[in-house]
């Protein structure tokens, strides 16, 4: 089992920045890839960014080059840098780890809106 705790989610103006935290404990060994899913209201959970334990990254188009995914091995946990928000980023965000035999675990979940 792998549990994951997420920090850092808020309310910011537009063009503003946040950084999320997504902590891992329990089973990490089995952790291979680590990211971040949103779901907006009436909208289906979607992939923000994705990182490997090798550090290979993949971005949704929708925020390459404003967001950055990051992982610290020696510290179980994974970030996201988000910068030049849109109200368009406006969802829950949630964090993901995947397990080398296909086992997704999720977090609770941190509230990040994006209003003036």
């Known amino acids: 089992q792998v549990q994951l705790v997420e920090s850092g989610g808020g309310l910011v103006q537009p063009g503003g920045s946040l950084r999320l935290s997504c902590a891992a404990s329990g089973s990490i060994f089995s952790i291979n890839v680590m990211g971040w899913y949103r779901q907006a209201p009436g909208k289906q959970r979607e992939l923000v960014a994705h990182i490997t334990k090798g550090g290979s990254t993949n971005y949704a188009d929708s925020v390459k080059g404003r967001f950055t995914i990051s992982r610290d091995n020696a510290k179980n946990t994974v970030y996201l840098q988000m910068n030049s928000l849109k109200p368009e980023d406006t969802a829950v965000y949630y964090c993901?780890?995947?397990?080398?035999?296909?086992?997704?675990?999720w977090g609770q979940g941190t509230q990040v809106t994006v209003s003036s």
């Open positions: 993901n780890a995947q397990t080398v035999i296909g086992h997704h675990y």
